[in-house]
């Protein structure tokens, strides 16, 4: 999905001389990465040219929800989490049962 940048708030255009320009993305977060065009029209003609731009970030947990199983279900427990993969983790489990048998926990990583 392409979108225009809009000017103001976090981003603006900063020129030097006649021939040059940059684009300041104040406070970028993960959500500011990806391709972007520049095109240029004058009139002589016309160029574009794509630019990658990737958001170095620490892992942060977005979205994780509570779930509650019944015994001898598969459960499934997801969870979002944003930062410049790949990212390492580990699952940890704090089960408190009274019984011996253990409900049967799948964790997916997606």
Same mark, same amino acid.
């Given at each position: 999905m392409q979108?225009?940048?809009?000017?103001?708030?976090s981003n603006k255009l $900063? =020129?030097?001389?006649?021939e040059s320009m940059s684009l300041l993305i104040k406070n970028a977060n993960t959500d500011d990465a990806g391709i972007y065009s520049f095109h240029a029209v004058n009139d002589l003609g016309e160029g574009t040219s794509e630019i990658n731009l990737?958001?170095?970030?620490?892992?942060k947990i977005k979205?994780?929800?509570? *779930?509650? =199983?019944?015994?001898?279900e598969t459960g499934r427990i997801? *969870?979002? *989490?944003?930062? $410049? !993969?790949p990212i390492q983790y580990e699952i940890i489990s704090h089960f408190h049962y009274s019984s011996t048998q $253990?409900?049967?926990?799948? !964790? =997916?990583k997606i």
């Open positions: 979108k225009v940048v809009e000017m103001g708030g $900063l =020129y030097e001389a006649d990737t958001i170095k970030a620490p892992p979205k994780i929800t509570d *779930v509650m =199983y019944n015994i001898s997801e *969870v979002e *989490v944003d930062g $410049l !993969f $253990l409900p049967r926990i799948i !964790f =997916y």
